[in-house]
């Protein structure tokens, strides 16, 4: 299995900045797309900043020019830089990565999420 561990999250002035961590573990063959999510309360999950195959990541209008995904593919680790934070960024924030992993001699697909992390952004 591939478990993913965050960390970064807290509490922050509007228009302050946070810097959160994803690690994917395991015996990870290959990563095709790895990014965050967000779910504030009462909303439904969203789309943050993902990257997909061909490094192309995909924002969600509400973050571009605020927000940059970046990865370590050595360290298989993605990282969220997020500047200029509003508070309806207030969220738990979820990393999501989907691949292949060893298992012995097989190849499996993998689909995983993080156990999420606060980011509360106060006015």
């Not at 063959?29 to 195959?53: C, D, H």
């Not at 927000?67 to 969220?80: E, G, I, W």
Request: proline residues 1%; glycine residues 14%; aromatic residues 8%.
């Amino acid at each position: 299995q591939v478990q993913l561990v965050e960390s970064g999250g807290g509490l922050v002035q509007a228009g302050g900045s946070l810097r959160l961590s994803c690690a994917a573990s395991g015996i990870i063959v290959s990563i095709n797309a790895m990014g965050w999510y967000r779910q504030a309360p009462g909303k439904q999950r969203e789309l943050v900043a993902v990257f997909t195959k061909g490094d192309i990541t995909n924002y969600a209008d509400s973050v571009k020019g605020r927000f940059t995904n970046s990865r370590d593919n050595a360290k298989n680790t993605v990282y969220l830089q997020m500047n200029s934070l509003k508070t309806e960024g207030t969220a738990v924030y979820y990393c999501q990565a989907e691949g292949v992993f060893g298992n012995g001699s097989r190849l499996i697909d993998f689909a995983s999420w993080g156990q999420g992390t606060q980011v509360t952004v106060h006015s």
